[in-house]
T-cell receptor, first 114, second 116 residues
Framework: GDSVTQMEGPVTLSEEAFLTINCTYT??????LFWYVQYPGEGLQLLLK?????DKGSNKGFEATYRKETTSFHLEKGSVQVSDSAVYFC?????????????FGKGTMLLVSP | DGGITQSPKYLFRKEGQNVTLSCEQN?????MYWYRQDPGQGLRLIYY???????QKGDIAEGYSVSREKKESFPLTVTSAQKNPTAFYLC???????????????FGDGTRLSIL
C-alpha cells in the first residue's frame, strides 16, 4: 500500500537557521501531497500542498516541491522562528474503495530556540 | 466562523465502559474522518464517511464504531473491545469524494481519552 516516510526528530535549530525536513513517499498513481503542522494540544492545520509533479507549494515562508523522479516532498524554510516550533506531518492522498483518503508520515518535531 | 468542533477536550473512561466522542462540522463538507494519534505513530485512520448513512473501515477499526445520520455529525464510539484506547483522537472533514484527491482535510482540536 501507499506509505510516507519522514525524517525522525526532534530537529533542533536556533532562530534564523535554515530548515529542511525530508519526506519521501511510495504510491501508485499520482497522489496529491500535503504538509500539515500541529501545535501542542491542537489539531492539524494545512501548511501547504502540491497536486502534480514539479508543483511547488508555499505558505508562511515554507516551501516544498513535488519531485516525482525522487518521490520526495521535502519541507524547507529559509529562516525559522521560535513560533515555528511544532510537529510537522507529510501526507499523501490515496484511494480506498474508490474514495480519497490521506496517509500520514509519523511526524517530525521541530524545536527552535532563541 | 466555520469549523470542526470536537467535544469533550478531555475524556476519562473506566475499564469495560463504552464512550462516545462528538464531532460536528459546519463547513458543509460531505466527507468526514476519524484518526487516532499515538506518540511516535503519526495518525492512523479509524473510520471514514463520504456521504450520510455510509461509512467505511479504516486501518484500525477494531473496537470502534461510528454513525453518520446527519451530514454535519460523525460521532465515534470507543467500545470495551478496544483494549488500548488511551490516545488523542482527531476528527477531520473535506469535500473530497470519488475522484477528487487534492482537497485538504480540515481538523478539529481533538479529544484526549484516558483510562482510569
Amino acid at each position: 500500500g501507499d506509505s510516507v516516510t519522514q525524517m525522525e526528530g526532534p530537529v533542533t535549530l536556533s532562530e534564523e537557521a535554515f530548515l529542511t525536513i525530508n519526506c519521501t513517499y511510495t504510491a501508485t498513481g499520482y497522489p496529491s501531497l500535503f504538509w500539515y503542522v500541529q501545535y501542542p494540544g491542537e489539531g492539524l492545520q494545512l501548511l501547504l500542498k502540491a497536486t502534480k509533479a514539479d508543483d511547488k507549494g508555499s505558505n508562511k515562508g515554507f516551501e516544498a516541491t513535488y519531485r516525482k523522479e525522487t518521490t520526495s516532498f521535502h519541507l524547507e524554510k529559509g529562516s525559522v522562528q521560535v513560533s515555528d516550533s511544532a510537529v510537522y506531518f507529510c501526507a499523501l492522498s490515496d484511494r480506498r474503495s474508490g474514495y480519497s483518503t490521506l496517509t500520514f508520515g509519523k511526524g517530525t518535531m521541530l524545536l527552535v530556540s532563541p | 466562523d466555520g469549523g470542526i468542533t470536537q467535544s469533550p477536550k478531555y475524556l476519562f473512561r473506566k475499564e469495560g465502559q463504552n464512550v462516545t466522542l462528538s464531532c460536528e462540522q459546519n463547513l458543509n463538507h460531505d466527507a468526514m474522518y476519524w484518526y487516532r494519534q499515538d506518540p511516535g505513530q503519526g495518525l492512523r485512520l479509524i473510520y471514514y464517511s463520504q456521504i450520510v448513512n455510509d461509512f467505511q473501515k479504516g486501518d484500525i477499526a477494531e473496537g470502534y464504531s461510528v454513525s453518520r445520520e446527519k451530514k454535519e455529525s460523525f460521532p465515534l464510539t470507543v467500545t470495551s473491545a478496544q483494549k488500548n484506547p488511551t490516545a488523542f483522537y482527531l476528527c477531520a472533514s473535506n469535500n473530497a469524494g470519488g475522484a477528487i484527491s487534492n482537497q485538504p482535510q480540515h481538523f478539529g482540536d481533538g479529544t484526549r481519552l484516558s483510562i482510569l
